[in-house]
């Protein structure tokens, strides 16, 4: 088991920034990747960024150039750092850690609002 605590998320004015943490717990599955979703009200969950044990990295391409996804395995933590903010990244962002098995664990979400 697994429990994904997602922290960070607010209010900011379009060409903000915003940093999210994700803190793992439980047991850990540290060889396995991590990342971000986000949900928008009628829309599917849809990737964020992602990133390997190893450090590949991969970036919707509405993010590329802005958002930087990091972890730290010492800590069981990966981090999302959101800059020049645009009202369409607007939503819940949610942290996945994916099992070794296939599927994945998922927090609870924190949501981003971006507004002028």
């Known amino acids: 088991q697994v429990q994904l605590v997602e922290s960070g998320g607010g209010l900011v004015q379009p060409g903000g920034s915003l940093r999210l943490s994700c803190a793992a717990s439980g047991n850990i599955f540290s060889l396995n990747a991590m990342g971000w979703y986000r949900q928008v009200p009628g829309n599917q969950r849809e990737l964020v960024a992602r990133?390997?044990?190893?450090?590949?990295?991969n970036y919707a391409d509405s993010v590329k150039g802005r958002f930087t996804i990091s972890r730290d395995k010492a800590k069981n933590t990966v981090y999302l750092q959101m800059n020049s903010l645009k009202p369409e990244d607007t939503g819940v962002y949610y942290c996945?850690?994916?099992?070794?098995?296939?599927?994945?664990?998922w927090g609870q979400g924190t949501q981003v609002t971006v507004s002028s």
């Open positions: 990133i390997t044990t190893g450090g590949s990295t």
């Open positions: 996945n850690k994916e099992r070794p098995g296939g599927g994945a664990y």
